[in-house]
């Protein structure tokens, strides 16, 4: 396959996907990785990818796209890992939940019952009411980001100084074993690390697709997590995690 026919296969491929890998691309094309890092440099200076570790991202996504957007990649497997991930939740239990597409659809699966949350977004706020009205739901202020759907900045996050949960959930942009978990935008980041601080149980939500991506902001090391709930495809990087840290990691069925 010539140069012109792997850069369309690449951008096809992040148009389907939202991100790829060097060793993923490499294996697929029969080519070397530096000849696949050399085409993503080349769509990287057109502006048409944004590289990141190990592979390389849509220039959307490194803004995170719209909202929507972000609903419809792996959503599949968003949903059983949101689904897992909320069998969880027993009566009385406390949340932190953090504001993003993984965690809005395991919103929408935690159980009718008694719980209290804390979340900075409203979506989440209105999908857990909506169904349930045992449930004491609390959201915290801020300013406002219509990007992200959710109440960001220093006033968020000093309202978390005192709340001490009996679990976090967070999504995230990436995990990877040299660099820990990472997410995609640095407001979203300081609100999830500190979530990630108060909550006794740590619980990360990640789709294969996350596995080996970094992010602009380190969230924790994984050592700190206590659960990895993921789904049950598998990349070279979630493997080396995997050998790691068999112990944190969840499969969602």
Known sequence: MNQIKRKQFILEKLDSLGEVSVIG???ELGVTSETIRRDLSYLEKSGEVTKVHGGAIKVQNIQEGSFAQRMDLNRQEKMLIGQYAASLVTENDSLFIDSCTTTL????????????VFTNS?????????????AAVHVLGGEYNHTYKANLGI?????MNDIHTDFTFVGVGGIDSDFGVMVKNLDE???AKKMLAMGRQKVILCDTSKFGQSGLM????????????????????????????????????
């Open 189 to 191: 980041g300081r609100i």
């Open 155 to 159: 006033q968020t996050i000093e309202q």
């Open 218 to 253: 380190k969230i924790s090391d994984i050592n700190d997590i206590d659960i990895i709930v993921t789904d049950k495809k598998k990349n070279m990087h979630k493997q080396a995690i995997e050998a790691l840290y068999s112990d944190k990691i969840i499969y969602a069925n």
């Open 105 to 116: 659809i395991f919103a929408s699966f935690l159980p009718l019952v008694k719980f209290t």
């Open 122 to 134: 409203s979506l989440i706020a209105d999908q857990i009411k909506s169904k349930n009205n045992m």
């Open 25 to 27: 691309l490499s294996e």
